[in-house]
């Protein structure tokens, strides 16, 4: 189709100037032009129009899914809950139970499930039979809900959502990976971690860690629609670098990190970076472990590889006024080149419990109370360590 140019006009007005008798001819030719470039205009705009409310309703669609998982989420746990409560009415016991999840890199995932009115402290809860390391992979501990929805991320960024209940309970008498639960990893990807997420809509944030220290704030809006679109990203910048830990909080919450060394990071989550920053210096052979918030409980209680109790009140901890701080030691440099490293943390009270991983298998609970009292799981080597609120 023959495009109307500054030359092209000038062609034609000299024609008219010589020829009058053509300008009949040329109007009627540019009449008709106009009126096909305006047809070709409105199936332009019809197709523009099309296309944004084809990405709106797209938009929405999404939206709505989102609500309608959340939802989903929601009357799984109230009807359960409401079941539990109509049969405890009667002269059926039927226990809230709640569930010790077991992973590892290779998205092989143990549930070992218990009744916590039953729970005795330093009493075995399960026991591996083979090796507790699958593939020389460490494995991690949560202790969680059983009516709980889990978010299962991938050093990727890709995320899986599934609720409790579709992972298997395994005996506990003979734990064992080769019968685990296996959210295949994609590729070289490691499963990084896992957390509950039922309450999401309730989090004004998600605060994202990696091994290294960065550390970055989504918006819990946005945190959502990455659950819908099965993506959180990995939350590191450096090549050796990987995903650590994800937690919802509100943005008046004190965040903290605690590193293998012993160190801690202290930061009212509102003043974290948006985008992925190092926030804790920490040392070359260092790593996070763990991250978690001041709750209002008066204790941070920290578990050592040797299977010590380290108690801080938690006004001890200080809050960072910069980033690339070092933080606060936890216990000092003799004992840390002793050989003594953190393996989990978190704000007790006394009626909270403790579950403790060993390089044996064993899998245990422990009163905080009478870690307290005794400063000691009465165990050794222990692999991993998780606060279990009752």
């Not at 099309?50 to 929601?74: F, H, M, S, T, W």
């Not at 901890?317 to 910069?322: F, G």
Request: charged residues 25%; proline residues 3%.
């Amino acid at each position: 189709m023959l495009m109307i140019t500054p030359e092209k006009i000038d062609e034609w007005i000299k024609e008219v100037e010589e020829r009058p008798t053509s300008a009949g001819n040329i109007l009627r030719y540019i009449a008709q032009r106009l009126s096909d470039l305006t047809a070709r205009n409105e199936e332009l705009l019809n197709e523009n129009i099309a296309l944004r409310l084809e990405k709106k309703v797209e938009e929405y669609e999404g939206r709505i899914a989102n609500l309608e998982y959340q939802l989903d989420i929601l009357k799984r746990q109230v009807i359960s809950g409401i079941v539990t409560d109509a049969l405890q009415e009667t002269a059926v016991a039927v226990p809230r139970t709640a569930s010790l999840i077991l992973y590892n890199g290779l998205g092989q995932i143990l549930r070992v499930e218990f009744d916590p009115t039953e729970l005795a402290s330093a009493s075995q809860l399960a026991q591996f039979s083979g090796g507790v390391h699958s593939e020389g992979f460490h494995p991690r501990l949560l202790a969680t809900s059983s009516q709980e929805e889990l978010l299962i991320v991938f050093d990727s960024g890709r995320a899986v959502t599934a609720p409790v209940s579709a992972i298997p309970s395994s005996d506990q008498g003979r734990l064992d990976w080769e019968e685990a639960f296996l959210q295949e990893p994609r590729g070289s990807e490691e499963l990084a971690t896992i957390i509950p997420i039922a309450k999401m809509t309730l989090a004004e944030l998600c605060i994202q860690t990696s091994r290294r220290g960065f550390v970055k704030k989504m918006n819990g809006s946005f945190f959502e629609s990455c659950v819908s679109n099965s993506f959180v990203g990995t939350g590191t910048k450096q090549k050796q670098d990987k995903t650590c830990a994800l937690l919802l909080c509100g943005k008046s919450d004190l965040f903290v990190m605690v590193s293998k060394e012993g160190r801690a990071f202290t930061m009212e989550a509102s003043k974290l970076p948006i985008t992925i920053e190092p926030v804790f210096q920490i040392g070359a052979t260092d790593h996070i472990v763990t991250t978690l918030l001041v709750a209002k409980k008066p204790n941070l209680m920290l578990i050592t590889n040797s299977g010590k109790a380290v108690f801080r009140e938690t006004q001890w901890l200080e809050q960072a006024v910069t980033f690339r701080t070092q933080g606060q030691p936890i216990f000092s440099k003799a004992r840390r080149d002793s050989g003594t490293w953190i393996v989990g943390a978190g704000t007790v009270d006394d009626n909270d419990w403790g579950a403790a991983l060993t390089s044996t298998g064993l899998l245990a609970f422990h009163k905080v109370r009478d870690l307290y009292e005794n400063g000691s799981l009465g165990e050794s080597n222990i692999l991993d360590f998780v606060i279990y609120g009752s």
